[in-house]
């Protein structure tokens, strides 16, 4: 097949090139210029710059034509845009959620010819064709498994999408990296926003909203502990960044009219919950599947909660068979049975 592979830089999508490429396909690898970058040069060196080196190096290694496309122009409009309006309004975004099914698996098709069969990238995800069904299903490396991040994509582009390390564990990729003497083998694994590179999600925030110093009120004592620098800096059931002696202090609650933060350290089951509204569902196949045992994520990361799903017009009720105190509006919620990811929503309230 003639395959366009994303590839970013790093060892995932190095690896998926090279399987791609001594499986015999005719391979062309993209990098897609998405970081802004440019507008924050005054935190110094672009690490685009590095990737891109990256890139080249491995391109040049497997005799692999590589195109760069700029994309920044849709990301600010289809992604960021989203980011910053979510983050004001208090909620958590999804950033990911966006990059991948109105950019990578969205307009980057629509900047490439039609002669390309698939695209393919170095997500952790595996897609099984039943009858021209297309399931996406979880990868065999329950820390990597990158479905959650892919829940918004339709069948129609998982019918042009390959995940060559969808079946393999991340150490595995690693000890092919070294048998394929990548040059980015013992490279780390990025961590963060897609579009912002080593910039700190919260320089990217003071950037575009700047700073609005609020108190910081123990929701139990109602006593101030401190002060904060806006809202839009925290999320519900964050532990970190508090800057407050005595804790562990938790997020449990956010006055955005009045821009205060609230926290405790005490009693935080009560605070916890087990059941939640969604909607904006994106259902990946066929929705006529059973409600109750189901599993649900409401983050990226390993674990699933045991959940039933009440369906009810364009909204949803989940109930969780254990309460969890990161409960967050603006989250997303995704479904999976047994194996299958099923799709996504969006918790609102």
């Known amino acids: 097949m003639k395959v366009a592979v994303l590839l970013s830089g790093g060892v995932d999508s190095s690896v998926a090139l090279r399987l791609l490429k001594n499986e015999g396909h005719d391979v062309t690898a993209f990098y897609l210029k998405i970081w802004l970058q440019d507008e924050f040069s005054f935190l110094g060196d672009c690490p685009w710059e590095e990737d891109l080196k990256f890139a080249r190096a491995v391109c040049e290694q497997a005799n692999v034509p590589l195109e760069v496309i700029n994309m920044q122009t849709e990301y600010w409009d289809s ?4 980011t910053i309006s979510e983050i004001k309004e208090g909620r958590t975004p999804n950033p990911d959620m966006f990059c991948n099914r109105l950019i990578k698996f969205g307009q980057f098709i629509n900047k490439i010819d039609d002669s390309y069969d698939k695209v393919a990238s170095g997500h952790y995800a595996r897609i099984e064709n039943i009858n021209d069904n297309f399931l996406l299903k979880t990868s065999p490396d329950p820390i990597k498994d990158q479905t959650y991040f892919l829940a918004y994509l339709t069948q129609q582009q998982l019918s042009r999408v390959l995940f060559p390390i969808g079946t393999y564990k991340k150490k595995q990729i690693r000890e092919l990296a070294e048998k394929y003497q990548l040059p980015n083998m013992i490279r780390k694994d990025s961590q963060g926003i897609c579009f912002l590179g080593k910039i700190k999600f919260s320089d990217f925030i003071k ?11 123990d929701v139990d004592s109602n006593k101030v502990m401190g002060k904060h620098k806006g809202y839009y800096f925290y999320t519900i059931g964050q532990r970190s960044g508090l800057k407050l002696g005595g804790g562990p202090w938790y997020v449990v609650k956010k006055d955005i009219e009045k821009n205060i933060i609230y926290i405790s350290r005490e009693n935080l089951i009560d605070r916890a ?20 045992n189901l599993k649900v994520k409401i983050r990226h990361g390993e ?11 364009d909204k949803g009720i989940v109930l969780l068979e254990k309460e969890d105190l990161g409960i967050a509006m603006g989250q997303f919620a995704v479904f999976y049975k047994d194996d299958i990811c099923l799709g996504g929503s969006v918790i609102l309230e």
């Open 79 to 82: 992604v960021v845009s989203y």
């Open 207 to 217: 950037h575009h909203l700047g700073e609005i110093e609020g108190d910081i009120i």
């Open 273 to 292: 919950r087990s059941k939640f509204v969604v909607g904006k569902f994106n259902w990946i196949g066929d929705n006529k599947f059973p409600v109750e």
């Open 303 to 313: 674990r699933f909660f045991n959940c039933t799903l009440e369906l009810k017009d």
